[in-house]
């Protein structure tokens, strides 16, 4: 899916046709044909398109024939995830920026909030025709999102460990691990945009280091990258560990359960025993004794209870 849209009076609109200084943001569906269309028209190379769609991509930037490619690694949620529980939560795809002619096109393999943001119009001071700002804006909020799900997931991991404390099943855990998958996508697509972002700024790719409100807005997000990266980093190492401890505890809980039951099973087997030796189809004390049963049983209760006070005592319940 294909559309056009340039700014208005400080307002993204849509346009029926491309014009300079226009959009192009490309979202599924694809069809291969579309795509050469595009290519041919703008004379973008095809494998700028094609390597956009790949989600195994990574941050990178280039140039051929005047045609600037950046692809840039994004996170979103997760759907499959949502379904079955077992992937990880977020995952990070590419976006490429391409700057050819007098448009910018943007292309995923997802939607994704990054490109929803400018969309929906809620970046402030966007300027479609102002392409060195748009992809510097893309890089802004992007890292937003970044800080955004790094503290869903970190809220999400009290919420679970609080549950750990009395858990025995692995149901918990599992969900870590889903948390652990999507910091490690984190961390990858994280270290590898600061790399790209600090090359673009060490090169002046988008060629605005005489630009200083610009390169300025350029230095920041690399800062608020490295935090979002370290920060990532913070919560692998504090996952990583809690996993361990919480393992140990679910064993733990299980063993006490079980030393429990086995107490209370130990317990339960002296009337049993008791009863057993009475059942004999023999000469046992007390037969002749009217209130034999009652006899038999006061001396199961206190056999029990002399049980019970033992593991008290050794504190096995």
Not at 274 to 293: C, D, K, R, T, W
Request: hydrophobic letters at 40%; proline letters at 3%.
């Amino acid at each position: 899916m294909i559309k056009y849209y340039k700014t208005y009076n400080g307002k993204l609109q849509v346009i029926p046709q491309p014009e300079a200084g226009c959009w192009i943001n490309i979202y599924p569906p694809f069809n291969h044909e579309s795509l050469k269309q595009l290519s041919d028209q703008y004379e973008i190379p095809l494998d700028f398109l094609i390597d956009s769609l790949d989600i195994d991509e990574r941050s990178r930037y280039t140039r051929e024939d005047n045609v600037d490619l950046m692809v840039l690694k994004t996170p979103i949620l997760n759907e499959d995830e949502v379904q079955n529980n077992q992937d990880a939560i977020f995952m990070t795809i590419p976006i490429g920026i391409i700057q050819a002619k007098d448009v910018l096109l943007t292309i995923s393999p997802y939607e994704n909030p990054v490109i929803d943001c400018f969309l929906n119009n809620n970046v402030r001071n966007f300027d479609s025709t102002d392409r060195q700002k748009f992809v510097l804006q893309l890089f802004d909020r992007n890292v937003f999102y970044f800080l955004y799900y790094l503290k869903e997931i970190n809220n999400e991991r009290n919420t679970l460990e609080s549950e750990l404390y009395h858990s025995m099943r692995n149901s918990e855990l599992t969900k870590l691990l889903t948390i652990e998958k999507s910091l490690v996508y984190f961390v990858t697509s994280l270290r590898s945009n600061e790399l790209m972002m600090m090359k673009i700024q060490r090169t002046d790719f988008l060629k605005i280091k005489e630009i200083e409100d610009k390169s300025e807005l350029l230095e920041d997000v690399i800062v608020d990258n490295s935090q979002a990266l370290e920060m990532a980093n913070i919560y692998t190492n504090i996952l990583s560990g809690t996993m361990d401890a919480f393992a140990s505890i679910i064993s733990n809980n299980l063993n006490v359960v079980m030393k429990r039951l086995t107490s209370v099973t130990i317990i339960l087997t002296v009337p049993m025993l008791v009863a057993s030796l009475y059942g004999m189809n023999v000469h046992i004390p007390l037969e002749g004794m009217q209130y034999a049963f009652y006899y038999v049983m006061l001396i199961c209760v206190g056999l029990m209870m002399l049980l019970s006070w033992f593991f008290v005592k050794k504190r096995w319940f």
